[in-house]
């Protein structure tokens, strides 16, 4: 199959079923109150699609969100991703929601804006209550490979502006939104006979391309690198052993100068200790 596969909104994180033996090391209790200048209207209905997911904010400061799962709004709420979500109700994972919401001041937000407002719509819509606790539990940490951190020659800075695209492209109206192509802003994949896995990740930061590896390193990978901003990355490796093949820890060190380093330390998780449907409006 040689057909480049999108990863819907940005990046998405494939959940592994695998049980992890973890001990509590802090409790950090979290218990926001719902802040009425957060946001200034918002509507959240179950999804309707069986497929498809997006993230955006429209000019004018309009939050959309379509198609996503209450545990991945928790933890893009909390900059986080989904696997480091515990806990929460049994509908948490499989029902998808649709949520619109205004922005204080109707601008575009930053990022930390972001999740702020979206937390609050959390807490607000769906009775939201957490607790940040740190775990020790097995992980990777994704680190440099070399003394020196010089990395490969399949990462590089991004100079993408993906947010200026999007707001040119929400401009131009709906019948050039249709036929308009832009730059690369996300992850596409292929797999090449049965073996050979291709990553191509535009404009992601280095968190997010730890979140592409989890499925296939096996366990929990958390970003050590302190690589700051945005990066085209590009990665190639083997998901089946063979001699000539190149593992994703292999591939990892020659073609981006990284590395997977096995850890067992604490690792900050959001447990969901309270959640409700919340009513359609």
Not at 97 to 119: H, K, W, Y
Request: hydrophobic share 40%.
């Amino acid at each position: 199959m040689r057909t480049w596969l999108s990863g819907g909104a940005g990046v998405v994180a494939v959940a592994l079923c695998a049980a992890v033996a973890v001990q509590v090391a802090a409790r950090r209790p979290i218990r926001p109150q719902c802040d009425p200048s957060a946001f200034e209207a918002a509507s959240v209905r179950e999804s309707a699609a069986r497929q498809g997911m997006s993230f955006s904010v429209r000019p004018g400061g309009y939050l959309e969100i379509r198609g996503h799962s209450l545990r991945w709004l928790v933890a893009r709420a909390y900059g986080l991703n989904s696997r480091r979500v515990l806990q929460g109700p049994d509908w948490s994972e499989g029902q998808r929601f649709d949520i619109d919401a205004v922005l204080p001041g109707a601008q575009r937000a930053d990022e930390a804006q972001l999740q702020s407002t979206l937390r609050n719509v959390l807490t607000d819509r769906f009775a939201l209550r957490v607790q940040i606790e740190e775990r020790i539990m097995p992980h990777y940490a994704l680190v440099r490979a070399n003394s020196r951190g010089r990395l490969g020659d399949g990462i590089h800075r991004s100079t993408t502006d993906c947010d200026a695209w999007r707001t040119r492209r929400e401009r131009a109206g709906p019948s050039t939104r249709q036929v308009a192509t832009g730059p690369h802003c996300g992850l596409r994949f292929r797999l090449r006979g049965r073996r050979l896995m291709e990553f191509d990740l535009g404009a992601q930061t280095t968190a997010e391309f730890a979140a592409v590896l989890q499925p296939h390193a096996g366990r929990l990978v958390v970003d050590e690198t302190g690589l700051v901003g945005r990066f085209d990355i590009g990665l190639a490796f083997s998901v089946e052993p063979a001699p000539e093949g190149r593992s994703v820890f292999k591939a990892l060190e020659e073609q981006l100068g990284l590395r997977l380093e096995a850890r067992r330390g604490p690792v900050e998780m959001i447990v969901v200790e309270n959640a409700e449907r919340p009513f359609p409006n």
